[in-house]
């Protein structure tokens, strides 16, 4: 089992940047693929970015694409999520997911239901 712990968010203008980091308790780290969710007010909880075990793949929502970079430290059990280029629109609760099965097993990379392990979420506001 491992407990999710997200930090880093917060209040910038469009078009800084903010580095989001999550934290994971735990020996296995490794073992998970992680991910970062966003739920902005009054929608539901959608997919940012997706990392395997190694780092070595990784798979972005079209709306970040391009702006986001999602990484990892398996010796600190740490995934970032580095954002640059920050609109209004990506203003969100940002949760950071774990699991321990394959990379899409059963198509799930993208899907909360693909995920066991969840932070508690870090805010994001973006002004204009």
């Known amino acids: 089992q491992v407990q999710l712990v997200e930090s880093g968010g917060g209040l910038v203008q469009a078009g800084g940047s903010l580095r989001l980091s999550c934290a994971a308790s735990?020996?296995?780290?490794?073992?998970?693929?992680m991910a970062w969710f966003r739920q902005a007010p009054g929608k539901e909880r959608e997919f940012v970015a997706a990392?395997?075990?190694?780092?070595?793949?990784?798979y972005y929502a079209d709306s970040v694409k391009g702006r986001f970079t999602i990484s990892r430290d398996n010796a600190k059990n740490l995934v970032y999520l580095q954002m640059n280029s920050l609109k209004p629109e990506d203003t969100a609760v940002y949760y950071c997911?774990?699991?321990?099965?394959?990379?899409?097993?059963?198509?799930?990379?993208?899907?909360?239901?693909?995920?066991?392990?969840w932070g508690q979420g870090t805010q994001v506001t973006v002004s204009s």
């Open positions: 997911a774990g699991d321990v099965t394959g990379w899409n097993t059963a198509g799930r990379l993208d899907r909360e239901v693909g995920y066991v392990y």
């Open positions: 735990g020996r296995t780290f490794s073992s998970y693929k």
């Open positions: 990392i395997s075990r190694s780092g070595g793949s990784t």
